[in-house]
């Protein structure tokens, strides 16, 4: 199974800051991963997939890049909506894994 | 608009089963395979497994082998999880999610989870 793990697994930031998060899988998933947002009580949210590709409808100040083990996710100009928890996912391989997730809160 | 609406919240004793519906309105649900994935009390999200919708055919979960059952039913374009044996640990939010897919320029179709269900939370306790 391919393990992914997020640094950093908590993160304080301010309103207009801009934040990367990072995720790392233990075998190359080339360019398979997607990144997901979850609010409290609310299921996760698409933002990306293919590693980059923004999904429609989601601000363009999220933007993912890399391939192989280590990817990342940068939120440029954090807005108040943007406190979450992030998570990234590979679907190179069965079975299908998540990353341990990162909450994202507010300074 | 495309949505997934799942059955509401379960209750179960250790030992029993649940069966979980997520009903699909919006597009073809032939077109799009499902999965389920599941969330303990702050845990990360676990991918349980998967079924083609328009085939039938399923996939799941090395741990869950034997107990998950997948289904669906086309003619009211629902999908099921039951999960059986239940224990404490498999107190969770269970969601459905629908698969959608792209293709790159080369050609290599690439899959995400676009939709997701509003979750439905199973609670184990004796």
């Known amino acids: 199974d391919i393990q992914l793990t997020q640094s950093p697994s908590f993160l304080s930031a301010s309103v207009g800051d801009s934040v990367t998060i990072t995720c790392r899988a233990s075998?190359?998933?080339?360019?398979?991963l997607a990144w997901y947002q979850q609010k409290p009580g609310k299921a996760p949210k698409l933002l990306i997939y293919?590693?980059?590709t923004l999904q429609s409808g989601v601000p363009s100040r999220f933007s993912g890049s890399g391939s192989g083990t280590e990817f990342t996710l940068t939120i440029s100009s954090l807005q108040p909506e943007d406190f979450a928890t992030y998570y990234c996912q590979q679907l190179n391989s069965y079975p299908i894994t998540f990353g341990q997730g990162t909450r994202l809160e507010i300074k | 608009q495309v949505q997934l609406v799942q059955s509401g919240a379960e209750v179960k004793k250790p030992g029993a089963s649940v069966k979980v519906s997520c009903k699909a309105s919006?597009?073809?649900?032939?077109?799009?395979?499902m999965h389920w994935v599941r969330q303990a009390p702050g845990q990360r999200l676990e991918w349980m497994g998967w079924?083609?919708?328009?085939?039938?055919?399923?996939k799941y979960l090395q741990k869950f082998q034997g107990r998950v059952t997948i289904t669906r039913d086309t003619s009211a374009s629902t999908a099921f999880m039951e999960l059986s044996s239940l224990r404490s640990e498999d107190t969770a939010v269970y969601y459905c999610?629908?698969?959608?897919?792209?293709?790159?320029?080369?050609?290599?179709?690439?899959?995400?989870?676009?939709?997701w269900g509003q979750g439905t939370m199973v609670t184990v306790s004796s």
């Open positions: 293919a590693a980059s």
């Open positions: 079924i083609n919708a328009g085939y039938g055919n399923t």
């Open positions: 999610a629908r698969e959608t897919y792209y293709y790159d320029t080369s050609g290599n179709r690439i899959d995400a989870f676009d939709i």
């Open positions: 919006g597009y073809t649900f032939t077109s799009n395979a």
């Open positions: 075998q190359g998933t080339s360019s398979y």
